[in-house]
């Protein structure tokens, strides 16, 4: 016969043959521990402290022979169940030891007073101690994470310092981009209004243009004033105003570069280079001689260069004469197209002739000078039909 200790409670009826089969697997080699005993009556005291008696299940032998043999899979969920049992009824037991379990303080006091006691169980001081374990790490945990986020957090602070300066520095960067282009803006008006005309440049950027030096200085007046988050940023709103005012320079400056094109036949024409390398030494207009009494009318300009210094054609054109002065000086004179004509006096030596075609910037001859004058002077002038003009306004600023 077998004894089953600690089997309380109730199994379905279907699996109560797996499960005593499994339970009787799986403790083989503790039958004799679960033998029936008889209990020993000690003292009343004793009686008072053993242990309550245990409901005890005997199963025969021939019923548990007589038990058919499940199929493996509610084999396996037998064993299951019964070192489900198994484990249930040890932790039982080890719960009761330790209910049962106790640890004595006793505070012992130095003078006439009693002895005080403290019983606890050692399920008790094992729950108290488990909290303040859990309490503890829980505790590492969070001034962990604590200490972590206070670190994030500086490293933020040191971050956020940074990107404040560069955004200052943006700032100034965008302020010197709008300061430039409101001077681009009026060098675009000014071309435009060559090309169109002064009352077209007014009106170039008329309908959204602003004075960008003006916004600059108000909107630093109002943000020192107040911090509004809600308003936009004086960055964005002048980051705004250049792209629209491009957007308005890029049609002008289309409108200006048609305008170039359908002249650059005129600008071809023109005479707009210096004829020679120098400096010039009397102006167009009335010039005071060497006596300072007498003025006399210069009908172009004087360049002093260095003898022998290549003289070319300010633009392209027909020879219309080379002439030869009492002095032995050559004097040339070249028409060109729009009515233009051009004369170079105080020659020394020429490279064309009369009726002959030339290109703008071609050689048509040496400077040199005459006995009476030491210094080599080109003598030039611009005619316009037959009138001269200042021939200043049609040099080029970088040909001397």
Not at 174 to 180: A, D, L, P, R, V
Not at 305 to 328: C, E, L, M, W
Request: aromatic share 8%; glycine share 6%.
């Amino acid at each position: 016969m077998i004894m089953a200790k600690g089997l309380t409670g109730s199994v379905a009826p279907g699996f109560l043959p797996i499960y005593i089969q499994g339970l009787c697997r799986l403790m083989p080699k503790q039958k004799a521990k679960y033998t029936k005993k008889k209990p020993s009556y000690k003292s009343g005291l004793t009686r008072a402290r053993q242990q309550p008696i245990e409901v005890v299940h005997t199963i025969e032998e021939s019923e548990v022979q007589s038990v058919p043999q499940p199929p493996y899979s509610l084999a396996l969920v037998g064993q299951l169940l019964g070192w489900l049992a198994a484990r249930h009824a040890q932790f039982k037991a080890t719960i009761k030891r330790k209910k049962e379990e106790r640890l004595t303080l006793m505070f012992i006091p130095h003078n006439e007073r009693s002895i005080r006691n403290y019983h606890i169980s050692n399920l008790t001081l094992t729950i108290i101690l488990s909290i303040v374990s859990f309490l503890l790490v829980v505790s590492s945990f969070l001034v962990i994470m604590h200490n972590s986020t206070v670190q994030e957090v500086d490293k933020m602070k040191v971050s956020q310092k940074d990107a404040q300066l560069q955004f200052a520095k943006i700032r100034e960067e965008i302020k010197s981009i709008g300061e430039t282009f409101a001077e681009v803006r009026d060098m675009i008006s000014s071309l435009y209004g060559y090309a169109k005309g002064k009352d077209e440049a007014v009106a170039v950027f008329a309908a959204g243009g602003v004075d960008l030096k003006a916004m600059t200085t108000q909107f630093d007046a109002e943000s020192a004033d107040k911090k509004d988050a809600d308003a936009i940023p004086l960055e964005v709103f002048l980051l705004e105003r250049i792209a629209d005012d491009m957007h308005i320079s890029q049609e002008k400056l289309s409108d200006v570069q048609d305008f170039l094109k359908k002249r650059e036949k005129i600008i071809r024409n023109t005479p707009t280079l210096w004829p020679v390398r120098g400096y010039i030494i009397n102006p167009y207009g009335f010039v005071r001689g060497a006596d300072r009494l007498n003025a006399a009318y210069n009908r172009g300009v004087d360049i002093a260069s260095h003898p022998g210094a290549v003289v070319n054609a300010t633009a392209p054109g027909i020879v219309v004469s080379v002439q030869k002065d009492s002095r032995f000086m050559y004097t040339v004179r070249i028409r060109h197209n729009y009515g233009y004509e051009t004369v170079y006096q105080g020659l020394e030596r020429v490279t064309v002739a009369t009726d002959e075609k030339i290109s703008k910037g071609e050689s048509i001859g040496y400077i040199g000078h005459s006995n009476d004058i030491l210094e080599a002077i080109l003598h030039y002038e611009i005619h316009i039909g037959v009138e001269p003009v200042d021939p200043m306004p049609y040099l080029s600023h970088t040909g001397s």
